[in-house]
């Protein structure tokens, strides 16, 4: 599989980046904590990712309250070193292990978040490391200084920021810059055909500043796939029944005129509603790698068969013109 430079990183990451939110828990959410995959199911996506090419995978310490990262850790243990010397890691720190526990971005907490994951993973370092989300209760310097810290330490080999605003991202380059700290190399934020938000603020300081971008979420829930339908109730264990309030504000006319379009755009080229959708994504100059979520082996297949639709410019202009 292709990989790509995040950014000026001097990390190379795979095109599709295996998320790992879904081991053990659905993301960081402690009332899902011991749901999503088994580590049986977790072990069976990771061995079809290798197989397939895929080189990087991207996990947080609190994803499934630990279990995704202590699951990544066994399954690396399990694989001959030329595996565990290919796979590029990704973790993140700010939300809480568990109910009541702590959380954010201090230096600290970092600190501490940081060896526990390493730990579980059973690495001295990861290649990527980020900022899960905004800290509003500590000083932007102060977090910098600590994520310096793990690099300068060997650690982490580069350093990130997910959920991040523009403004928020262009204030922490610009304190990095000043302080001479490690500073961000790249952005991992929520986007996709149907969440286009980044693309009037984060984008421009990403092109600005030379910085890699990984979206995640690029199919917005499994609305990109076809499987919620205008009029009909969602699926039995699809996150409209899970988690809906992240997408109630899809359930719209022209948002459903905009996916019967998508589905005719992606029958009239003999390949799938959501294997259009990531090619979309893939197509975006600024995009490094897309971030994909499988909850099994052969949820796959949409991401490889989006590295086969090469989207002209014009292409991909005309199927992004389809939303609203």
């Known amino acids: 599989m ?16 295996l998320g790992c939110g879904n081991f053990g828990g659905i993301g960081s959410a402690p009332a899902f904590f011991g749901r999503g995959e088994s580590k049986e199911q977790a072990f069976a996506i990771m061995d079809a990712a290798r197989e397939h090419g895929i080189t990087t995978f991207d996990t947080a310490d609190a994803y499934g309250g630990g279990r995704s990262e202590a699951w990544i850790g066994e399954w690396l243990r399990a694989q001959g070193p030329e595996v565990r010397e290919r796979i590029v890691l990704s973790t993140k720190t700010f939300n809480p292990m568990d109910e009541g526990a702590d959380h954010g971005l201090s230096r600290r907490r970092i600190l501490r978040q ?7 993973l059973g690495v001295e370092r990861v290649s990527m490391y980020l900022t899960h989300e905004p800290d509003p209760d500590t000083p932007v310097e102060e977090t910098l200084q600590a994520l310096d810290e793990v690099v300068r330490a060997g650690k982490a080999g580069a350093v990130g920021a997910s959920n991040v605003s523009g403004e928020q991202l262009a204030e922490a380059l610009e304190l990095s810059e ?10 991992q934020n929520s986007y996709s055909l149907l ?8 984008l421009p300081v990403c092109r600005e500043h030379g910085l890699g971008y990984t979206p995640f979420s690029p199919l917005t829930g499994g609305w990109l796939t076809g499987k919620y339908r205008r009029g009909a109730e969602p699926p039995a264990g699809s996150r409209m029944t899970l988690r809906p309030e992240p997408y109630e504000h899809l359930r719209r006319n022209e948002v459903f005129d905009a996916l019967e379009a998508l589905e005719a755009a992606a029958q009239a080229r003999g390949t799938t509603m959501p294997a259009l959708a ?4 893939l197509a975006q100059p600024e995009v490094t790698a897309v971030i994909v979520g499988p909850r ?26 389809l939303f609203p």
Do not use: N
């Open 2 to 17: 292709e990989e790509r430079a995040l950014g000026g990183s001097g990390i190379a990451v795979s095109r599709i980046i």
């Open 114 to 120: 940081l060896d526990t994951s390493l730990e579980r």
């Open 178 to 187: 000043l302080e001479g700290l490690a500073g961000y190399w790249w952005v």
């Open 195 to 202: 969440d286009r938000g980044d693309e009037a603020a984060v």
């Open 278 to 281: 990531l090619a979309w994504l």
């Open 296 to 321: 099994r082996p052969e949820h796959l297949e949409p991401a490889l068969a989006a590295l086969d639709l090469a989207l002209t410019p014009a292409e991909r202009d005309r199927i992004g013109g």
